[in-house]
Structure formats: structure tokens, C-alpha cells
């Protein structure tokens, strides 16, 4: 079983910036892909940005040159910095780790972003 703790959520004005943190723990080995996802009211979830251990990258294109994604593989933990923030921003994210030999993934229990215009 792999538990994921996320914080770093809140309350942001537009064009503030804030900082989400997820860390996974329990059993993790091989491959695997780490990331955020958001879903805002009425919306479906949908892809933020992932990190895979080797640390290539896939961003949506709503958040290039915004957000950058990072992750310490000796600490399991992932990091969002998301700049420029906009209203159409605020969502709940979801952190979510995959792991890829066992086909099997986890997710965290979401932290609210809002972001004041």
C-alpha cells in the first residue's frame, strides 16, 4: 500500500504564486510517475503535470511556463510551484503516484487552491 500527504493548498490572489508538496510513502519501487491532477466545480479531473523517476516531464498546456513540477527521489516527494496563478486556477489537486510494474496507482486527498481575482 503507498500513502500520498499532500499540503502547500490555500487562499491566493491572481498573479500570486503558491507551492504544493506531495509525499509518498510505503512500498515504493521501479518506475514510477508522480504528479498532480485538479478538478474544478462541475469539471472533470484532468491532467496538471506529471514527473516520471527519471524525470521526464509532461505538462498541460494551461500551465507551461506557469507551474514547474519537481521531485526528490530520495525523499519520494513531489513539488508544484505554480506562478501567475488565475482564477481559472482554482481547483482542487490531487496528487497521484503511479507505479508501472505493478500497474497500480494511488491518490492523494486533494488540497483546495483558490485563487481571488
Excluded at 23 to 42: E, L, T
Aim: with cysteine; hydrophobic share 35%.
Amino acid at each position: 500500500q503507498v500513502q500520498l500527504v499532500e499540503s502547500g493548498g490555500g487562499l491566493v490572489e491572481a498573479g500570486g504564486s503558491l507551492r504544493l508538496s506531495c509525499a509518498a510513502s510505503g512500498i515504493i519501487s521501479g518506475v514510477n510517475v508522480m504528479g498532480w491532477y485538479r478538478q474544478a466545480p462541475g469539471k472533470q479531473r484532468g491532467l496538471v503535470a506529471l514527473i516520471g523517476s527519471g524525470g521526464v516531464r509532461n505538462d498541460a498546456d494551461s500551465v507551461k511556463d506557469r507551474f514547474t513540477l519537481s521531485r526528490d527521489n530520495a525523499k519520494n516527494t513531489v513539488y508544484l510551484q505554480m506562478n501567475s496563478l488565475k482564477s481559472e486556477d482554482t481547483a482542487v489537486y490531487y496528487c497521484n503516484i503511479r507505479l508501472v510494474q505493478r500497474g497500480s496507482a494511488y491518490w492523494g486527498q486533494g488540497t483546495q487552491v483558490t485563487v481571488t481575482s
